[in-house]
């Protein structure tokens, strides 16, 4: 698990640590982290450093410094640095001194920086850090739109130009950079737009024991495996939780199978599903005890309610029905929307073991959707008294006391109809097997992420679309490759 601290974090951070460092030590210590990684990129794609061609983008304030000692530190070691002022006037005084003492060349026109970029190997995204404002402004946009059609690779220094640190929104110009450096800790961007970050490596400069506690938490392998429920010698099938599905209708049995299918996959025990599909997901599953109602499923640990189940008032009684069950409860797809229409049904969820699963469009439903996703879904669940899940290329999970996390997915191959089913199965499973919400909830969209890239097998290669019911079938390799890793 690691942590993501606000930009306005990390500058309280830096203040006392600067008060007590000699004058531009932090910079320097964030400058030769820049080169450091530069001299490994170009090592990597060219096979060599000296004489190779690096161009800075240098911006007017301390990330423009930044990039300036970055050129300074290449230049030591023989590279060809051509450093393009974005703000001439402006441009950090020490580093841009520091660079011409090395010899480095420095351009104060778009066009010429926009010829350097065409022959360079390596740029340095240096416009704009944690100060930023908006989109790229045209100059920078200029030079980041030459280095992409040169097909030149960006490093982007602490975070990629133009898109917003906080939110990690593009503005209409922005960096796609080919790998990110950062200072101090990682940003809200580096998780919420890992796709525009490109890998990112963190350079220690001494404001760790500075930080507060992270806002928001990313779990890793290991953190996931170790909480995975797994039977012990004296389970059986009812000590480890029982999952009720109540999901899928008439028109859409898929849902039913896909979840009640992905639950079943998730943790060992017992699935019950209730609905209107029980003939398709006992023909699917036959391990799975189907029934055609609630009431009738028998005893359960948890509820998944929602894909497929339709708005309706039978969707609205099945809701109401699963919540006065007073057990923990996986809301998904309708039952969102349900939620968003019935007050009565909001007040019956609120301060329960409830996680709703929506998608921006469900999300809308019951709460607003602000580009700051992270505090939009903290204000829900604290708003809505549940444990709010928000899908989306970056997934975010946010309980009612304030527990935050982020699942920056690598890839967007999740992006598919019936993926949204599978992830409340599994989420579901979890619950029965008691872990809380926000566990559950960051569990299942870190295994379900993965298994996405395994059946796109995007593990190997380049990767191909991916259909739910592969993701499905891909849950029990990442299950587990979390379990390994916490070897
Ligand atoms: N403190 C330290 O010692 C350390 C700081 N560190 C580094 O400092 C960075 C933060 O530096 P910072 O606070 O100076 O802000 P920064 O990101 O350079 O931007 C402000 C400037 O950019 C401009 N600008 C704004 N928006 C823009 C846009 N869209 N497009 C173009 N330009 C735009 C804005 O200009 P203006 O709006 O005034 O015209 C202003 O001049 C941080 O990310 C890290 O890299 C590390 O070295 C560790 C030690
Ligand atoms: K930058």
């Given amino acids: ?8 974090q990390v500058r309280a951070a830096e203040e006392p640590v600067l008060a007590r460092t000699p004058d531009g030590a932090l910079m320097r210590r964030a400058a030769r ?3 450091q990684v530069a001299l490994g990129e170009l090592e990597r794609r060219t096979g060599g450093v000296s004489g190779r061609r690096v161009v800075v983008l240098a911006g007017a304030g301390n990330n423009g410094g ?10 030591r070691r023989g590279v060809a640095v051509t450093a393009v002022l974005l703000s001439p006037d402006r441009a950090h005084p ?9 010899k480095g060349r420095v351009l104060l026109r778009v066009e010429s920086g926009v010829l350097a970029i065409e022959r360079a190997d390596l740029v340095l995204d240096a416009v704009v850090g944690t100060g930023a404002r908006g989109g790229l402004r045209p100059e920078a946009a200029a030079l980041a739109d030459a280095a992409a059609t040169a097909g030149v690779p960006v490093l982007a220094v602490d975070t990629p130009s ?21 200072f101090g800790a990682r940003k809200p961007v580096h998780v919420l737009a890992a796709p525009r970050c490109g890998p990112v490596t963190l350079v220690d400069i001494g404001i760790g024991p500075e930080l507060p506690p992270p806002p928001v938490r990313v779990l890793e392998a290991a953190d996931v495996g170790a909480r995975w429920p797994v039977p012990g010698p004296g389970d059986d099938k009812y000590t480890q939780g029982v999952v009720g599905v109540a999901a899928g209708s008439a028109t859409y049995p898929g849902a039913a199978v896909l979840a009640s299918g992905a639950a079943a996959l998730s943790t060992s025990g017992m ?15 036959p391990e799975i005890v189907a029934t055609d109602t609630v009431g009738e499923a028998g005893r359960v640990q948890a509820w998944v309610v929602g894909p497929g189940l339709g708005t309706d008032d039978a969707g609205a009684r099945t809701l109401g029905d ?4 007073g057990l923990p409860v996986l809301a998904d797809a309708d039952a969102v929307t349900l939620l968003g229409t019935h007050a009565e049904l909001r007040e019956r969820a609120r301060n329960a073991p409830v996680l709703i699963t929506p998608h921006a469009g469900e999300f809308a439903r019951v709460a607003e959707l602000t580009d700051d996703r992270v505090a939009s879904a903290q204000r829900a669940a604290a708003d809505l008294g549940v444990t709010v899940l928000l899908k989306g290329n970056a997934t975010i999970v946010a309980a009612p006391d304030g527990r935050t996390l982020v699942h920056p997915a690598g890839s967007a191959w999740l992006a598919t109809a019936g993926s949204g089913d599978v992830l409340s199965g599994v989420a579901g499973a979890l619950l029965a097997a008691g872990l809380d919400p926000w566990w559950a909830g960051g569990c299942a969209a870190f295994v379900h992420a993965r298994a996405a890239d395994i059946g796109a097998g995007a593990a190997d290669g380049p990767g191909s679309p991916v259909p739910a019911s592969f993701v499905q079938q891909a849950l029990p390799r990442a299950i587990r490759e979390v379990r390994e890793a916490v070897r």
């Fill in 162 to 182: 133009g898109v917003d640190p906080l939110t990690g929104v593009p503005g209409e110009d922005s960096v796609q950079a080919a790998a990110t450096v950062t």
């Fill in 33 to 35: 982290g820049v080169a």
């Fill in 66 to 75: 930044d990039g300036l000692w970055a050129g300074y530190e290449l230049r």
């Fill in 271 to 285: 699935v019950r599903y209730a609905g209107s599909a029980a003939d398709e997901v006992r023909a699917a599953w």
């Fill in 322 to 325: 699963v919540l006065d069950a």
């Fill in 1 to 8: 698990m690691y942590g993501v601290w606000t930009p306005e």
């Fill in 94 to 102: 020490a580093g841009l001194a520091a660079l011409r003492r090395q």
